[in-house]
């Protein structure tokens, strides 16, 4: 091997997989624990509209207590958080997502990918064309939005 010359990336790796999601803009890598901040679901939302290339567009995004408001398109979302101490409620706030995209009319869907440490992994795609292509490549999916933080827990 020359020297300075870069090895090419294996395009099966997990690790390029989440890099080409990253460079679309369509990777949400959300922590799922609050640790020393208190809970901020809003900016959960906000997290997924970062990344939802201009699909999911939530406005006057409000919380009060458990209960999580927002609208897309003029219709209004709502959504009920389970208190879990420091740790986050996924799988509510990745529903009323998902169910605001396709309301409106959008064929993609945040998907989950097998998570890391404390953080979960969702990629914005259309999910039937999407499973087919993680069958092949070996990609991870993880049905779960909840599944990293009982992973995180387990034991405690």
Same mark, same amino acid.
């Given at each position: 091997?020359?020297? %300075?010359?870069?090895?090419?990336?294996?395009?099966? #790796?997990?690790?390029?997989?989440?890099?080409?999601?990253?460079?679309? %803009?369509?990777?949400?890598?959300?922590?799922?624990?609050?640790?020393?901040?208190?809970?901020?679901?809003? %900016?959960?939302?906000?997290?997924? #509209?970062?990344? #939802?290339?201009?699909?999911?567009?939530?406005?006057?995004?409000?919380?009060?207590?458990?209960?999580?408001?927002?609208?897309?398109?003029?219709?209004?979302?709502?959504?009920?958080?389970?208190?879990?101490?420091?740790?986050?409620?996924?799988?509510?706030?990745?529903?009323?997502?998902?169910?605001?995209?396709?309301? #409106?009319?959008?064929?993609?869907?945040?998907?989950?990918?097998?998570?890391? %440490?404390?953080?979960?992994?969702?990629?914005?795609?259309?999910?039937?064309?999407?499973?087919?292509?993680?069958?092949?490549?070996?990609?991870?999916?993880?049905?779960?939005?909840?599944?990293?933080?009982?992973?995180?827990?387990?034991?405690?």
């Amino acid at each position: 091997a020359l020297a %300075g010359r870069r090895e090419s990336p294996d395009p099966t #790796s997990r690790r390029f997989m989440a890099e080409a999601f990253q460079s679309t %803009g369509g990777l949400v890598r959300d922590s799922i624990r609050g640790m020393y901040e208190p809970l901020d679901y809003p %900016g959960r939302l906000r997290n997924f #509209s970062v990344h #939802s290339r201009g699909l999911f567009k939530p406005e006057r995004i409000s919380r009060e207590q458990d209960v999580v408001t927002f609208e897309q398109g003029g219709r209004g979302y709502r959504f009920t958080v389970r208190e879990r101490g420091d740790w986050y409620d996924l799988p509510p706030l990745l529903e009323a997502v998902n169910r605001a995209l396709e309301e #409106s009319d959008v064929p993609e869907r945040f998907v989950g990918l097998d998570g890391a %440490g404390l953080f979960a992994f969702f990629v914005l795609v259309i999910p039937d064309r999407f499973r087919e292509f993680a069958q092949e490549f070996q990609l991870p999916l993880e049905p779960d939005a909840d599944a990293q933080r009982k992973r995180a827990t387990k034991g405690e």
